[in-house]
């Protein structure tokens, strides 16, 4: 029983403290089109079959815990501006998921600690990277269709531009 409530300080402290450093880190490391963070088309059919759409929305999400850190989730036609900063925090929260999990292997020695680390991976990290890696095509789309609308407003006003230019 002493190993185990160790090992849940040891989780929680990791946690905090994973957090903070996830807010610290440059979010230039994180290019959402590059490996490892770059998703793949073969991975959606794989999110479909867990159903993660359905179970998504029911874990525990920093950013309604933390509202001024984190862009909300809920997109409206203001918050559509944070979609590139949302597309890395998908990235920096599945590296976080990603380090935490490796951080644990090495904690508590023997059955019990391998049986706690699977444990903890599957039930307290794998969820959240498998939502990161779903959502993160379904924003990189957005914003793409977004920048397009961008686009063809602006085309308009950029012939105008250019007759204006060119006509005598």
């Known amino acids: ?3 185990f409530l160790r090992c849940l300080l040891y989780i929680a402290a990791l946690g905090v403290v994973f957090f903070v450093v996830g807010r ?3 979010k230039s490391w994180f290019k959402a089109d590059h490996f490892p963070w770059r998703c793949y088309s073969y991975e959606q059919a794989i999110w479909k079959a ?3 759409k359905q179970w998504q929305a029911k874990g525990p999400d920093m950013s309604r815990i933390f509202t001024n ?3 909300a989730k809920k997109l409206k036609r203001q918050t559509l501006s944070d979609l590139p900063r949302m597309i890395q925090e998908t990235c920096v929260a ?3 998921h990603g380090i935490l999990s490796l951080a644990m292997l090495w904690f508590w020695p023997g059955l019990g600690g391998i049986c706690m680390t699977a444990v903890y991976i599957l039930l307290g990290n794998l ?3 498998v939502v990161q890696r779903f959502n993160r095509p379904r ?3 957005l914003l793409l269709k977004q920048q397009r609308n961008m686009q063809i407003r602006n085309l308009p006003r950029y012939e ?3 007759l204006t230019t060119i006509a005598p």
Do not use: A, D, G
Request: hydrophobic share 50%.
């Open 69 to 71: 850190i984190m862009p």
């Open 1 to 3: 029983m002493k190993h």
């Open 24 to 26: 610290l880190v440059p």
């Open 139 to 141: 924003l990189q789309k």
């Open 127 to 129: 969820p959240f990277i």
């Open 160 to 162: 105008e531009q250019l």
């Open 94 to 96: 599945e590296w976080t």
């Open 50 to 52: 867990l159903r993660v």
